[in-house]
């Protein structure tokens, strides 16, 4: 069993930046794409940003590119989310997933593995 624990959440004024941490319990890891999504309160889960097990391909969605930045160190079993210019529409629970595969995909079901979340909320 892969667990990811999520952290780098908090409180930030929009315009500000925050940095998303995701450490993995397996080196394993490597092998697979990964990704982040986020909820918002009374929203389906959404895909944000996803990136394949070698870090060759990445790919973020329009409302976050320009501002949020995916990669991932193997080496360390962690993937990280730089946010920069956040809005007060970024603000929800973050997640990071791991893939049943080595490239990505926006579903969440192509992913099998899930953190437990952390929350990022975005003032005006």
């Known amino acids: 069993q892969v667990q990811l624990v999520e952290s780098g959440g908090g409180l930030v004024q929009a315009g500000g930046s925050l940095r998303l941490s995701c450490a993995a319990s397996?080196?394993?890891?490597?092998?697979?794409?990964m990704a982040w999504f986020r909820q918002a309160p009374g929203k389906e889960r959404e895909f944000v940003a996803g990136?394949?097990?070698?870090?060759?391909?990445?790919y973020h969605v329009d409302s976050v590119k320009g501002r949020f930045t995916i990669s991932r160190d193997n080496a360390a079993n962690t993937l990280y989310l730089q946010m920069n210019s956040l809005k007060p529409e970024d603000t929800a629970i973050y997640y990071c997933?791991?893939?049943?595969?080595?490239?990505?995909?926006?579903?969440?079901?192509?992913?099998?593995?899930w953190g437990q979340g952390t929350q990022v909320s975005v003032s005006a």
């Open positions: 990136i394949n097990w070698d870090a060759t391909n990445t």
């Open positions: 997933a791991r893939a049943r595969r080595p490239g990505t995909g926006p579903n969440t079901g192509d992913y099998i593995y």
């Open positions: 397996e080196h394993t890891v490597s092998s697979y794409a």
